[in-house]
């Protein structure tokens, strides 16, 4: 069976750090670029990162730059986003997904892309 499966979020103080995983079972991620976003509460779904099969390309949401680097280990057929410095903003559901391709202007979402059922984050007090 082809799917993503996001893991790691959970609850954290702000300041603290989270790492998600986008794990993949049905098929190799080495051939395809991932990428991460999320949806807040009342708010539409947002490209938060995202990391081209060669690794040539990387791009990230001016609001986590510096915060939240991406990396992946096809070894384990896996994309990490690895998040620091958390601020209650960063609350949404985050969701992994294959792309048609990443550049540095943005995530590029086909038809056809499989999506993880996403995993909460929650920064609070």
């Known amino acids: 069976q082809v799917q993503l499966v996001e893991s790691g979020g959970g609850l954290v103080q702000p300041g603290g750090s989270l790492r998600l995983s986008c794990e993949a079972s049905g098929f190799t991620l080495d051939y395809y670029a991932i990428g991460w976003f999320r949806q807040a509460p009342g708010k539409g779904r947002e490209g938060v990162s995202c990391i081209s099969s060669s690794d040539a390309s990387i791009y990230y949401t001016d609001s986590v730059k510096g915060r939240f680097p991406i990396s992946r280990d096809n070894a384990k057929n896996t994309v990490y986003l690895q998040m620091n410095s958390l601020t209650p903003a960063d609350t949404a559901v985050y969701y992994c997904?294959?792309?048609?391709?990443?550049?540095?202007?943005?995530?590029?979402?086909?038809?056809?892309?499989?999506w993880g059922p996403g995993t909460q984050v929650t920064v609070s007090s």
């Open positions: 997904a294959t792309l048609v391709g990443c550049s540095g202007y943005g995530p590029y979402v086909g038809a056809y892309a499989y």
